[in-house]
């Protein structure tokens, strides 16, 4: 959208007329006018001042969009804070249990409460994450799950093994974002619907990413991102248009009224 619509937009969602804004910029009715109509551009201390009022970043006020960064972690990486953190609670309250039970000796409870913890709790804590970065898509996976005990030893220790793997913008042919509802087995199942992005590359083989929570404010410049790649974006399931409704996500999907579904 050109600037000059952006400025009209903005104004006309905040409520202000173009005399009201002027008031504000301590600049003339017809300057904001100009500005509207795309005879002039603000200056620089007038944007900033715009982007003060609007409560919005220059960038989307410029550009329309929110500032999207590279690389971008969609996920989260697992960090060995949270493991000493969780490793510590965990080992206590398993420790605790079992001299409770009096079946063991202190140390040997403690050694299996630790061991409970390494492996077979710790790696339950790993979501495999993927990063869009100005070249590709770079994505984590462990093919066993004794990767994933190796992996989350290593960063526990200092350490760290890459199980990254790259695919290139240009080997990539289309890519698709993709909502599925889980099926129920009763009330009391409230795991989350499937929605992750499909990648079809040129060499045929598929590869599906999740999209998580973090990474949905930003998928509309994401999806904008890859077709400037070249890549063909699909979205049968018109999750862009809903995640920018004031209804959740859940509810639209599924045809609820807000809260209907609590």
Known sequence: MPLQELLKS???????????LAKKLTVSRQAVSKWENGNSIPDVYNLISLSDLYDISLDELIRG???FPKPFIVGKKITKKFMLY????????YGFILITLDLLTPFLSLLIAISIYL????????????IITKTGIVYQQF????????????ILFGKEISYETT????????????????????????????LYIRLCQKNGSIKDLNLYDNLLPYLPQAI??????????TDKNKVTQAIMSEKTLYEIMHGLES???I
């Open 10 to 20: 903005y104004r006309e969602k905040n409520n202000f007329t173009q005399e009201e």
């Open 65 to 67: 969009a929110v500032y």
């Open 86 to 93: 969780m490793g510590f609670l965990l080992t206590i309250f």
């Open 119 to 130: 492996f077979i709790m710790l790696p339950t804590f790993i979501e495999p994450y993927w």
């Open 143 to 154: 093919p066993r799950y004794i990767d994933k005990i190796k992996y989350s030893s290593m």
């Open 167 to 194: 695919i290139p913008f240009n080997a990539i042919l289309s890519i698709s974002v993709i909502y599925e509802k889980k099926s129920r087995n009763g009330p009391m199942d409230i795991n989350p619907d499937y």
């Open 224 to 233: 904008s991102y890859f077709e400037k790649k070249k890549i063909t974006v």
């Open 259 to 261: 809260n209907e579904h």
